[in-house]
């Protein structure tokens, strides 16, 4: 992937990927930013090209690379909000549907990330958006305190704890 800067995750879920005119318009928006991208394609990853700082794939270890970027371009679903902070990386929220809408309000209430209009960016709207979130020395360092504490008291193991110790009552 050629390019510089920070690298970055694109993933819009298997749904809004699927919105070929919505990636084409993603991949163009980010040609041009001196960033690299790791894009999801999803599963009209044959009708579209990535630009020269982009690799991807139709499916990706989401996990995996979410460890490796700097950043994550979201649709908002819960899966990847909880996971994008479980690792302490800001996000850009472009929102499709149902929760989506509120993880993505709740991200930028909370300046975890920014949200933005999925279908009517402006120019330059979601270059400056990436690189506002990039700048953002504060936000990195909340990010590390959440991913912190997220990694050392997960919640799945204090859920089961409290059920343990409820069902031994």
């Known amino acids: 992937v050629d390019g510089d800067g920070s690298l970055i995750y694109v ?10 005119p919505l990636m084409k318009d993603l991949v163009a928006a980010l040609a041009e930013t001196p960033h690299r991208y790791i894009v999801s394609k999803g599963p009209q990853h044959a009708e579209y090209e990535l630009a020269d700082n982009m690799a991807g794939e139709e499916f990706l270890p989401q996990v995996s690379v979410l460890q490796q970027v700097d950043l994550v371009i979201t649709h908002g679903g819960n899966n990847t909000t909880t996971e994008s902070l479980h690792f302490g ?3 850009v929220v472009l929102p499709i549907f149902w929760d989506q809408h509120d993880n993505a309000q709740r991200m930028d209430e909370t300046g975890f990330g920014i949200r933005l209009p999925t279908y009517s960016l402006g120019d330059g709207d979601l270059p400056a958006a990436i690189d506002r979130l990039l700048a953002d020395s504060d936000l990195a360092a909340r990010l590390d305190g959440v991913s912190n504490r997220l990694r050392t008291g997960p919640g799945n193991v204090r859920a089961a704890e409290l059920i343990e110790r409820v069902a031994s009552r």
Do not use: R
């Open 11 to 20: 993933s819009l879920g298997s749904l809004g990927s699927g919105d070929v």
């Open 89 to 91: 990386k800001p996000m």
